[in-house]
């Protein structure tokens, strides 16, 4: 099962995924969550991936959803520390040309100017 846990920043709001970003195990807690801290006024986002084990097309689909949903709203979305695995999906995908992706939380918060 996926787990998303938040850690705000000042106005940018870090979410921790834990687990599987797959169709079977509960794929849209992530945009249901990113959904719920926009409509708090959070537009600024980090999802760090280092803790994402596994990931099927299911699951890339659902970062896309968080990314529309943030850009809709003139906010930001940024990938932090994906895993090996994540990382070469995202790659093979072409998503690298649409995420700004980050190897580490802290260069991720330092994009932003923090």
Known sequence: MIKVTEQL????????V???LSEAENYNLLSSKVV???SQGYILFILNLAEVTNADSTGIGE???CL???KERGGEIKLAAPTQK????IHMTNLDRIFEIHPSERS????FGH
């Open 9 to 16: 920043t000042g106005s940018i709001v870090m979410l921790n």
């Open 18 to 20: 834990n687990g599987k």
């Open 36 to 38: 719920d801290l926009l």
């Open 63 to 65: 970062l896309i959803v």
């Open 68 to 70: 529309k949903r943030v």
């Open 86 to 89: 994540v990382s070469s999906l």
């Open 108 to 111: 991720a918060l330092n994009s």
